[in-house]
């Protein structure tokens, strides 16, 4: 069955860090862009970053750019958000998508995972 699915959310302050984790199937991992969306109440998805499946290159919001940096590991097909130096205005619910094509558009993502909570106190 094909899916992503997220894990490794947590509370976290200001400053911190935390590292999340999206295990994908293995036709996914292969063949599809694998991203990073976040949604705080209130607000709209926000585009993260995303890793292509075929050269690893990696893409990022201006917001979260030397920050956050997004990895794969081919063997595990899993892909991880390393987030360093975290801000309160980081707190959301992270969820990891995949699509065939590498874009910061959440329309474009054809497999969601269910999400993680991610909170940065002061």
């Known amino acids: 069955q094909a899916q992503v699915v997220e894990s490794g959310g947590g509370s976290v302050q200001a400053g911190g860090s935390l590292r999340l984790t999206c295990a994908a199937s293995g036709r996914i991992f292969s063949n599809y862009a694998i991203a990073w969306f976040r949604q705080a109440p209130g607000t709209e998805r926000e585009f993260v970053g995303v890793i292509d499946w075929k050269f690893g290159v990696d893409l990022y919001s201006d917001s979260v750019k030397g920050r956050f940096t997004i990895s794969r590991d081919n063997a595990k097909t899993t892909v991880y958000l390393q987030m360093n130096s975290l801000k309160p205005e980081d707190t959301a619910i992270y969820y990891c998508?995949?699509?065939?094509?590498?874009?910061?558009?959440?329309?474009?993502?054809?497999?969601w995972g269910q999400g993680t909570q991610v909170t940065v106190s002061p």
């Open positions: 998508a995949a699509s065939p094509k590498v874009t910061a558009f959440y329309t474009e993502y054809e497999y």
